[in-house]
């Protein structure tokens, strides 16, 4: 039987969401940068580096950068491992993957790129060390196979990192509905030619579980200690578990 899932706020065949949502990152790929500095103000970096320190990234070790986008992430970690390690980056959407690809070439990096949905991740059971997964967890269609792909590809004391979006803090979240469904799609709409791809953003955001409940699912999905770092009041929240 047919099964329906969330598109933002609209209910969509689970079939259908990754190929919505590869069609919203076709279309802002080539301003996701500009767009990512606007929205947080800069921010993001701080919150990604941030996720590198938790994710404790040693020379040597082989990590996968999932859904790596723009290949920030996976840049940082690949300082970190070098000179003998390697760092693995996957995507769903070719355009991000190979914008991510060559901004690491670019900066002298080599990252072994895969285009795969996150939910078969086409490598071996614990291969990698670490696996990070960067503003792209909301966006999968089944939250819990993923994670246990990710899971099931790490070494058993291997680390999963998740920074995602996640629930702000009560008092400022009045303020933040405004700025996220008045500000961001006009943001969209003058610096990316997409309003609509903004909207869908801060839908997915209320509709990704939030951190107790993303927490439990890591558990579900065979990983031990789980921590939660709040950032921004929870605007942003990095997840941490260990496989067990």
């Known amino acids: 039987m047919a099964r329906d899932t969330d598109f933002g706020y609209r209910r969509v065949a689970e079939e259908e969401k990754s190929g919505r949502v590869r069609e919203v990152f076709d279309k802002v790929a080539e301003r996701y940068d500009l767009m990512n500095d606007l929205m947080s103000l800069g921010l993001h970096r701080a919150w990604k580096a941030f996720a590198v320190a938790v994710a404790r990234p040693r020379p040597g070790e082989r990590v996968l950068d999932v859904a790596t986008g723009s290949g920030d992430l996976a840049s940082a970690i690949g300082k970190r491992v070098a000179p003998h390690g390697e760092v693995w980056v996957t995507d769903i959407n070719f355009r991000m993957l190979e914008r991510g ?29 670490c696996v990070t997964v960067g503003f ?51 943001l969209g709409a003058r610096f990316a030619g997409d309003a609509d791809a903004y909207r869908y953003l ?4 209320r509709m990704h579980p939030d951190q107790p409940a993303l927490a439990a699912m890591m558990e579900s999905a065979g990983l031990s200690d789980v921590q939660v770092f709040n950032l921004a009041a929870g605007v942003v929240a990095v997840h941490r578990g260990v496989r067990l």
């Open 202 to 205: 801060a839908e997915s955001i």
């Open 136 to 186: 792209g967890l909301r966006n999968m269609t089944r939250k819990d196979a993923a994670l246990a792909e990710m899971a099931r590809v790490l070494k058993p004391g291997g680390r999963l990192v998740v920074l995602e979006f996640s629930k702000v803090a009560p008092a400022l979240a009045k303020a933040y509905d405004w700025y996220s469904f008045e500000v961001l799609p006009r």
């Open 101 to 129: 690809r060559d901004r690491l070439l670019d900066a002298g990096q080599r990252a072994p790129a895969v285009q795969c949905d996150a939910e078969k991740l086409p490598f071996p059971a614990c291969w990698f060390d």
